[in-house]
């Protein structure tokens, strides 16, 4: 099925699953790019952004929230761009601005993420204009208690952040914490619905056409995590599991399983939900659905991405 179009000036890059999708607006006074994927790929998010700027400054980024995969390489455009006015959440603002590695979840969940700076925190309610047109600014608890999604309702285009992708949307993760965060998720696409967008920029996979069924397989989703926290919890440790081997590509298994085990957010999952199964075989039986799903590879001692 062929992609929408977007607007004349945006951009989209889409990425892999380390990596959240950039979008790029090249129309207007001043430049734009929203969100800036993980550090390890920073020097192809460099070369993406100037393949389309070319000489011309990126001005502004912005995040839509301040996990890894999404603010990871601001770093990089900081120094690419001495001038660039970098927007984020308020949420995590002091956390970024005191530099808590462990508040803002990059230590705990033993991902990467260069310190960066921030000019000022965009705040839901508010427009902001990208490229040439005004874009809504709305909070979208769920995935992340911070989260923004965009919204401008003249094309009727949506950026989602993590909060609906086309087959769902991201782990859930204040609610492995604790918190009452599938109520959240449930508020925010219920949002999205009031909204009625025509296109989705999801911060995962392909751009879409929105439609009610897209929704509809989301909420399914959503239900079958309330009715089973637990299958929840295991998906999550699934996902950082991947992630890892998205980032290492290749990696000997004892020292994945090392990994797992000295990495505390991963462990607390195990704690709140899994605390009869021993670590290794908890490690072992979540590392054999991934190769059975075909997202890894086991060969001998070493375990890679698929």
């Known amino acids: 099925?062929?992609?929408?179009?977007?607007?004349?000036?945006?951009?989209?890059f889409e990425r892999?699953?380390?990596?959240?999708?950039?979008?790029?607006?090249?129309?207007?006074?001043?430049?734009?790019?929203?969100?800036?994927?993980?550090?390890?790929h920073a020097p192809q998010t460099l070369a993406l952004v100037e393949s389309v700027l070319g000489p011309r400054p990126l001005d502004i980024l912005i995040n839509t929230h301040l996990h890894s995969d999404h603010c990871g390489g601001n770093a990089a455009l900081q120094a690419r761009y001495p001038d660039l006015r970098t927007l984020i959440p308020p949420?995590?603002?002091?956390?970024?601005?005191?530099?808590?590695?462990?508040?803002?979840?990059?230590?705990?969940t033993g991902q990467l993420c260069p310190?960066?700076?921030f000019t000022r925190a965009l705040r839901p309610g508010s427009s902001k204009l990208f490229g040439t047109e005004m874009w809504e600014v709305h909070a979208a608890p769920g995935h992340d208690p911070h989260s923004l999604i965009f919204f401008e309702p003249r094309s009727r285009v949506l950026?989602?952040?993590?909060a609906l992708w086309e087959n769902g949307f991201g782990v859930v993760f204040p609610e492995l914490e604790g918190a009452d965060a599938f109520s959240e998720v449930a508020a925010t696409l219920d949002l999205i619905e009031r909204l009625?967008?025509?296109?989705?920029?999801?911060?995962?996979?392909?751009?879409?056409?929105?439609?009610?069924?897209?929704?509809a397989r989301a909420r399914q989703r959503l239900d079958s995590f309330?009715?089973?926290?637990?299958?929840?919890?295991?998906?999550?440790?699934?996902?950082?599991?991947?992630?890892k081997l998205l980032e290492t590509q290749r990696q000997d298994f004892d020292a994945f399983m090392q990994w797992a085990i000295e990495t505390p957010y991963f462990m607390q999952i195990k704690g709140k939900f899994f605390a009869d199964v021993?670590?290794?075989?908890?490690?072992?039986?979540?590392?054999?659905?991934?190769?059975?799903?075909?997202?890894a590879q086991r060969d001998g001692s070493c375990i890679a991405n698929a």
């Not at 950026?159 to 993590?162: L, T």
């Not at 009625?196 to 897209?214: M, S």
């Open 159 to 162: 950026i989602s952040a993590d």
């Open 1 to 12: 099925m062929a992609q929408p179009d977007l607007p004349p000036g945006v951009h989209v």
């Open 16 to 40: 892999g699953w380390l990596s959240a999708n950039n979008i790029l607006f090249t129309g207007g006074g001043e430049t734009v790019l929203v969100d800036s994927g993980y550090c390890t």
């Open 278 to 295: 021993p670590a290794r075989a908890w490690i072992e039986q979540l590392s054999a659905e991934l190769v059975a799903a075909g997202v």
């Open 91 to 108: 949420g995590h603002a002091q956390q970024v601005a005191d530099w808590d590695p462990v508040a803002l979840t990059y230590l705990p």
């Open 115 to 117: 310190q960066f700076g």
């Open 226 to 243: 309330v009715g089973n926290p637990g299958r929840h919890a295991h998906h999550a440790a699934k996902v950082l599991l991947k992630f």
């Open 196 to 215: 009625n967008p025509k296109i989705v920029v999801p911060g995962h996979g392909r751009v879409f056409a929105y439609a009610p069924q897209v929704l």
